[in-house]
DNA sequence: GCCTTCGCTTGATCGAAGTCAAGGCGCAAC
DNA sequence: GTTGCGCCTTGACTTCGATCAAGCGAAGGC
């Protein structure tokens, strides 16, 4: 089934190879924002899409691939705040971002919500819900979203016939073990901060967008949870950041201005 | 290649299935510390060892189960502070704890130790490695220690044959993930040492033994670098519990009193 | 034996970030 | 228009845990 494919035959994002490396001319306008991917089609995926990678070590298997794509389901638009899977939903797919962003988050004993991240588009969410078969998390849009929807038993059983896919399972999950701890060290409110919009940057190049120019989908309150801060923190490192001209951000518009300086702020969080 | 088996001939621990819920009779004695699990042989896994599941969704499948005991090098002891490996070497294996205790750790740019885990009997280290195709941390020895080895692409190619191994490696890595979560919250220091402690305790039930008394392996400053706190305030925590009743602490040896006012104070943490 | 070292504890002080409170700005509804 | 409501910022004060400093006891070397 596929839903409202034909609702996102939307404007492609910035060439690939190049976006990767330049950055977007500045327009005097702000950063594209709530960026999307293109569709795909039978044999190629979304552009962004972390799965495309799955042909690339070992040459295209197209019977393998077309597997790959049956069990891909286009789902959305959703609008900001819809939650994709809620905390001990039975688990069933997990999803990639196409368009917008979403934040997963558990709530504790006492009603305290902890977003534990932020999912750009071509990002991928719920393989933390495999051990228990639950998801053991909330997925909330942020924006208007869509997504890609992978059916896991169907995954499960293609990953056997076709290792690289398999392979990259490992590698997502892996990859993902390793952000977990990233926060969980004992770092300064500015490190923090420094190493989230870094963060950010980072992974928007990888997709293609810009890594200097763009816009928070999320509220103060939100990054700081997710730093382990209080809103009002995140509010005065961002002046303080600001001040030293490290940065310039109105409202959502973020512009990092030295983002040398940044790294080394954050050098601490990020290279380990 | 097999080394040093026969040095691990040891006495075999505690019944499984009682000792998950049983506790120990109480001895006057210290718990046993540094435990070792059993050997296993030609079709069956090390009695703690995680790996042992893999046979048992789907019953056992004894050529595929050979295959990967043929995978599976036991290697050690080695003594206290011996590495396993260290952050950037390249990735080969993973590894199961067989005897005594592991911590994983980075060091950032200023050379600060942050401590990522322990492992105990049974558990798994070096999963978090795919993704960079080079361990991102270190593995110490705490204790004496013994490992199993397995071949990680040995292990991939298996996997691709005994779905059930697959889906136990995505199992381990999805708890990864989860568990790595756990101490990313903002908790107080009360809150971060009983959770530290039930953790423990519920780990060494899970592996039959005793979950009420059981020796740290770790010195205080570990505990304290893995809680992301001052070696001082896990001094002063582990006073206030003891002052309160919840449990008696002499030198290393725990001895949990009120587990469930203990689960009550870590609830946080811990249910989520 | 003595001395050093290391791990742990305890007390006193300090500081980064949290909390509380107030006010401003933008935006949608009326 | 203005009212109300989020969201964000800023200032004043508080607090939890870090840091500094001292001392104790067990283990190991000589």
Redesign the pocket.
């Given at each position: 089934m596929i839903v409202n494919r034909a609702a996102f035959s939307m404007p492609t994002p910035y060439a690939e190879a190049s976006a990767l490396t330049t950055a977007h001319p500045p327009t005097g306008k702000p950063a594209p924002n709530n960026p999307i991917a293109d569709d795909g089609d039978a044999l190629h995926f979304c552009a962004t899409c972390t799965f495309g990678q799955v042909c690339m070590p070992n040459g295209y298997d197209k019977s393998a691939l077309r597997a790959l794509h049956c069990l891909v389901e286009h789902i959305g638009p959703f609008p900001s705040g819809h939650h994709v899977f809620r905390s001990h939903d039975p688990f069933t797919a997990i999803y990639s971002v196409r368009a917008g962003m979403v934040k997963t988050s558990v709530v504790d004993d006492l009603g305290r919500e902890q977003i534990l991240g932020f999912f750009l588009p071509g990002e991928i969410i719920g393989l933390n819900a495999i051990y228990t078969e639950r998801y053991p998390c909330n997925a909330i849009a942020l924006d208007t979203i869509a997504l890609c929807r992978f059916s896991f038993p169907a995954m499960v059983t293609l990953a056997t016939r076709l290792p690289g896919l398999q392979e990259q399972l490992f590698r997502l999950m892996s990859k993902d073990i390793v952000k977990a701890t990233l926060l969980a060290g004992?770092f300064?409110?500015?490190e923090r901060v420094a190493a989230f919009l870094l963060d950010l940057a980072d992974r928007y190049a990888a997709r293609g967008f810009s890594a200097t120019r763009f816009r928070l989908s999320m509220?103060?309150?939100d990054i700081?949870n997710y730093l382990?801060?209080?809103?009002?923190?995140?509010?005065?490192v961002?002046?303080r950041l600001q001040d030293q001209a490290l940065l310039r951000?109105e409202?959502?518009e973020v512009h990092l201005l030295q983002v040398d300086a940044m790294r080394h702020l954050a050098r601490c969080v990020l290279h380990r």
């Amino acid at each position: 089934m596929i839903v409202n494919r034909a609702a996102f035959s939307m404007p492609t994002p910035y060439a690939e190879a190049s976006a990767l490396t330049t950055a977007h001319p500045p327009t005097g306008k702000p950063a594209p924002n709530n960026p999307i991917a293109d569709d795909g089609d039978a044999l190629h995926f979304c552009a962004t899409c972390t799965f495309g990678q799955v042909c690339m070590p070992n040459g295209y298997d197209k019977s393998a691939l077309r597997a790959l794509h049956c069990l891909v389901e286009h789902i959305g638009p959703f609008p900001s705040g819809h939650h994709v899977f809620r905390s001990h939903d039975p688990f069933t797919a997990i999803y990639s971002v196409r368009a917008g962003m979403v934040k997963t988050s558990v709530v504790d004993d006492l009603g305290r919500e902890q977003i534990l991240g932020f999912f750009l588009p071509g990002e991928i969410i719920g393989l933390n819900a495999i051990y228990t078969e639950r998801y053991p998390c909330n997925a909330i849009a942020l924006d208007t979203i869509a997504l890609c929807r992978f059916s896991f038993p169907a995954m499960v059983t293609l990953a056997t016939r076709l290792p690289g896919l398999q392979e990259q399972l490992f590698r997502l999950m892996s990859k993902d073990i390793v952000k977990a701890t990233l926060l969980a060290g004992d770092f300064s409110a500015d490190e923090r901060v420094a190493a989230f919009l870094l963060d950010l940057a980072d992974r928007y190049a990888a997709r293609g967008f810009s890594a200097t120019r763009f816009r928070l989908s999320m509220p103060r309150a939100d990054i700081a949870n997710y730093l382990r801060l209080a809103a009002e923190t995140v509010s005065r490192v961002l002046r303080r950041l600001q001040d030293q001209a490290l940065l310039r951000i109105e409202g959502r518009e973020v512009h990092l201005l030295q983002v040398d300086a940044m790294r080394h702020l954050a050098r601490c969080v990020l290279h380990r």
